[in-house]
């Protein structure tokens, strides 16, 4: 099942939160709110494509505090957080601990649609990023242990024939093994195949990008 | 010669009780100044016995300054005939047998049908007399001087208000002559001419009360170099047994400075709680900023959604001039207008930071302008624009400059409503000038009162009934936080102007 991209609100002012969702609909944007931490933590999928508007100062679980929760989770959607407050230090360490961006209460409209489409943009990257590594990890995890080998001998630029006496093999079999290799991984090319392997190997997830 | 009487033992002795119960000496001379009668007070006076001075000559009993000149007088009166002593007195030093000083009154008569002619002396012992003089006159030394040192004006006045005595300090209050100041009107010589009728009801009330009632009143002195002194007069009516009007008599302490200084700590304290009531205030905005602020966000939200769910809908057609639209870009601007105004609220109690970014000063000032719009409009002000092309990019904090701009708009369009009656008109300039920024708002209203000129940037300076004085304080600060400089150039002919200077970016 694919999700399809939501902006979420969290604000416990009824107002705001009817407000932000009319706003955002009207700018064309899927917009699902909810009063707590609580209730979005409860819907909470980390597939789930999308930005977060949250608001600061919430009773029960602050926005602060879902932020934490959320780090905590490995959640990736950008968050943007809106305050009546606007105190500095809050500010500052909302982005420290990795929002997107930081509103003033009350704010213009286009301020906010500019910051909630930026992190779509965002949001939309890191994830496709995530899906494209998550592919190449399947397809590899599809080889047997000996393309594996082979695969990885062929990213370091081994020929067929050194292969083959390093594996103890024939150099048809290598040749083999290396043609099922690229089909299986989807490579055209021996450079998209090494490009593949850095993409795997370089496991910190880009989860967030500012 | 005719026989000499003997009245030492008269033949009278009512005449001799006479002379024993006279409190004076009584000595009778004959011409040459031989004692030939000396009574009992006499004796007891001088100390010698009427044995010891009869048949001496009387200027035993003289000091040695009058021993000799009596002789002199005496020969004088005998050959000139004209008394100068006789029937008039004069009071002398007379000596005791022990040689002891004392003073005393002389009256000398001559004894009728005596030839040569003899002298009847009345000694009478002024000792205590002078004693008393003396006591007298030590003590009005002494009133005198408290007089002169008291550190308060002493002022006595005649009904009709004339000066009869006033002391030192009074007379260094007026800077003037004690002797010019005696029997002169003391509402013309002291008295401001703005005042003279204050002054006449409260000695008018004086003359009524009762004898040692005290009034008190404050009038003001003018003083012969110009000066004026605020006086604090406490007055009593003087009157006589009959209780008529005799006089005022009035103490006046010089309360200038003490009320000048009583006024400056006032000014202090009405200083001191505007502060605090402004950080209440501040603190209280701090407190209700968030619940503010939550329904403002809801109120642009709302309104910018209305707005471009208008123009989802199509709706041009039926709003032909706009009017919707305009009122609902409205609704969300003031929206906004009121959030900041709570965040400028909080800024007075918060030193904020400043947050320099590039920007558009043309586009800050037009933001500005929207806020005040309406403002001018209703209030028939037109707001000319005038702003520069291409010019350089700024180096600034948005909201704090527009803090500034909108501070001095809406002075420009109070000034204006209070003032001018014609055409009200304020300009908006933008230029650049020497790698500066500069925003120019003048109106063509009275401008700055020239007094007020030097400080107008000082905190609590302010013209407006219910200004705190605060706003172009703050926004002055606000330009040298950004290394620019906030002046103001207006003149009384043109109007206000004031001129805001910002740094540009370096890039």
Redesign the interface.
């Known amino acids: 099942m694919t999700r399809s991209v939501t902006v979420f609100v969290v604000d416990d002012?009824d107002?705001?939160r009817?407000?932000?969702r009319?706003?955002l609909?009207?700018?064309g944007l899927p917009t699902v709110a909810y009063a707590s931490a609580q209730e979005y933590l409860a819907a909470w999928h980390p597939d789930q494509p999308g930005c977060l508007v949250l608001d600061v100062?919430m009773p029960g679980m602050s926005g602060i505090e879902l932020q934490a929760e959320l780090n905590h989770r490995g959640a990736i959607m950008p968050v943007i957080f809106?305050s009546?407050?606007?105190d500095?230090p809050m500010a500052v360490e909302a982005i420290q601990h990795g929002a997107f961006d930081f509103l003033?209460?009350?704010?213009?409209?286009q301020d906010l649609i500019d910051r909630v489409q930026r992190a779509l943009a965002s949001d939309g990257e890191n994830r496709k990023l995530l899906l494209q590594r998550e592919t190449l990890r399947q397809r590899f995890e599809s080889l047997t242990p000996r393309e594996q080998e082979v695969l990885l001998l062929v990213t370091q630029g081994k020929a067929n024939k050194v292969m083959a006496g390093d594996l103890g093999v024939s150099q048809r079999t290598v040749e083999i093994h290396r043609a099922r290799v690229m089909e299986k991984m989807g490579a055209q090319s021996l450079a998209q195949l090494v490009r593949m392997m850095l993409e795997l190997e370089s496991d910190t997830p880009q989860s967030r990008v500012n | 010669m005719s026989p000499t009487p003997d009245l030492s033992t008269p033949k009278q002795p009512e005449l001799q009780a006479l002379l024993d119960a006279t409190v004076d000496a009584v000595i009778i001379i004959d011409s040459r100044g031989i004692v030939e009668s000396f009574n009992r007070s006499g004796e007891r006076l001088f100390g010698f016995t009427a044995d010891e001075i009869i048949g001496r000559n009387v200027s035993i009993l003289m000091t040695e300054t009058d021993r000799g000149s009596h002789d002199g007088y005496m020969k004088r009166y005998m050959t000139s005939g004209v008394p100068h002593i006789i029937g008039i007195g004069r009071e002398v030093e007379a000596r005791r047998k022990d040689g002891s000083v004392f003073p005393v009154f002389l009256s000398v008569g001559r004894i009728h049908g005596a030839d040569p002619p003899r002298f009847v002396g009345l000694l009478h012992d002024i000792t205590l007399r002078r004693e008393a003089m003396a006591a007298i006159r030590r003590e009005r030394d002494r009133a005198n001087m408290y007089l002169e040192m008291a550190q308060v004006i002493l002022l006595a006045l005649s009904p009709d208000r004339r000066v009869q005595l006033i002391n030192r300090k009074g007379a260094e209050s007026l800077a003037r002559r004690e002797m010019d100041l005696l029997g002169r009107d003391w509402l013309e010589i002291a008295v401001p001419a703005d005042q003279h009728q204050a002054v006449f009801k409260e000695l008018a009330t004086v003359a009524t009360s009762q004898s040692g009632e005290e009034h008190y009143f404050e009038h003001e002195v003018l003083a012969s170099d110009g000066a004026r002194h605020l006086i604090a007069w406490r007055c009593i009516p003087l009157r006589n047994a009959r209780q008529q009007l005799t006089g005022y008599f009035a103490s006046g302490e010089d309360i200038t400075e003490s009320r000048r200084s009583a006024l400056e700590a006032q000014q202090t304290q009405q200083r001191m709680t505007q502060v605090s009531r402004l950080a209440t205030m501040g603190e209280m905005a701090a407190g209700i900023?968030?619940?503010?602020?939550?329904?403002?966000?809801?109120?642009?939200?709302?309104a910018?959604?209305?707005r471009?769910?208008a123009d989802?809908l199509k709706l041009e057609q039926l709003d032909q001039d706009g009017d919707v639209k305009l009122a609902l870009e409205q609704i969300?601007q003031q929206?906004?207008r009121?959030?900041e105004i709570i965040?400028r609220l909080r800024a007075l109690v918060q030193n904020r930071?400043i947050n320099l970014e590039p920007a558009n000063i043309n586009d800050v000032v037009a933001e500005v302008i929207g806020f005040v719009a309406g403002d001018a409009r209703l209030n028939e002000v037109k707001l000319v624009t005038d702003y520069g092309n291409a010019l350089p990019t700024g180096l600034l904090d948005r909201i704090q400059v527009q803090q500034i701009a909108l501070n001095l708009l809406r002075n420009a369009i109070e000034a204006l409503i209070e003032h001018r009656d014609g055409q009200r008109e304020i300009l908006i300039r933008t230029s650049s000038l020497n790698g500066w920024l500069q925003l120019e708002i003048a109106d063509n209203g009275p401008g700055v009162p020239a007094m007020l000129i030097d400080r107008i940037f000082d905190p609590f300076c302010t013209t407006k009934v219910t200004g705190t004085g605060l706003g172009l304080a703050i926004s002055r600060t606000i330009a040298e936080a950004h290394h620019g400089k906030l002046t103001y150039q207006g003149d009384p002919q043109t109007g206000a102007r004031f001129l805001l200077t910002l740094p540009i970016s370096g890039e």
């Open positions: 002012d107002a705001v009817s407000s932000l009319l706003l609909k009207s700018v100062r809106i009546g407050h606007g500095i003033q209460k009350p704010f213009r409209d | 900023a968030h619940e503010l602020n939550q329904p403002l966000a809801a109120i642009a939200n709302y910018s959604a209305a471009r769910l989802s969300g929206a906004l009121a959030g965040r930071e």
